[in-house]
């Protein structure tokens, strides 16, 4: 397996733009997970699914961020209008079975508001 | 909601000598505690979990303590090797709850 596929793997973009980043979790996994990281903020839980319905996005900074998952192998994360405080690395990992099995992250997609 | 201290935020050991990392949280009920390491670019990685019903957990040179009653838990690498320079990641979950991270430990291993 590939393990978890993220694109693109870097993103610029001016501010007041839309974002999309992309997510492909491992084959078989049911939970997948949306995190940003920040030196000022660390590693901050967005949002995760399971079996692809969204169960928590308490971690969604503001209704700008929008997650969606469509199917068992595709998520997006997406900021519309984005804005330079939303510059960050994103992850996305997934895992198998319960919220406590290993989550394996992606490479992440760093993002650049400028 | 749960909170994650986690202490030292930076730590240099010289190489062959062991490393202590040490988490607390705030939340009783939480139950599941992960460790990742995050080289520089590159993704965190789980190195070891510990989960409530257990008290300490071993995998090689990498061992984890938890402390239920003081709410802490630990990370403790021996004979480091300049390979475990990373930064280092708690995390804490509880039943219901999101995942929880410390601000991280930045180590560095001398030669």
């Known amino acids: 397996d590939a393990g978890v596929i993220q694109s693109p793997r870097h993103e610029v973009t001016e501010m007041g733009q839309e974002v999309t980043l992309r997510c492909k979790p491992i084959s078989g996994h049911d939970y997948l997970f949306w995190y940003r990281q920040t030196m000022m903020r660390g590693l901050e839980l967005l949002i995760y699914?399971?079996?692809?319905?969204?169960?928590?996005d308490s971690g969604m900074p503001e209704d700008r961020f929008s997650a969606k998952m469509p199917n068992a192998s595709f998520s997006t994360l997406k900021i519309q209008p984005s804005e330079p405080r939303d510059s960050a690395v994103y992850f996305c990992a997934s895992s198998f079975g319960t919220l406590t099995d290993t989550q394996y992250f992606g490479p992440g997609t760093r993002l650049t508001v400028l | 909601g749960e909170n994650v201290e986690q202490h030292p935020s930076t730590l240099s050991v010289q190489e062959g000598d062991s490393a202590v990392i040490k988490c607390t949280y705030s939340?009783?009920?939480?139950?599941?505690f992960p460790w990742y390491k995050q080289e520089l670019g590159k993704r965190p990685q789980l190195i070891i979990d510990i989960r409530s019903n257990v008290g300490e957990k071993k995998d090689q040179r990498i061992a984890v303590t938890l402390n239920k009653t003081a709410k802490h838990f630990s990370l403790h690498i021996t004979e480091t090797q300049p390979e475990d320079s990373a930064v280092y990641f708690c995390?804490?979950?509880?039943?219901?709850?999101?995942?929880?991270f410390g601000p991280g430990t930045r180590l560095s291993v001398l030669p």
């Open positions: 995390a804490a979950r509880g039943y219901g709850q999101n995942f929880v």
């Open positions: 939340d009783s009920a939480s139950n599941y």
């Open positions: 699914f399971n079996n692809n319905v969204p169960i928590d």
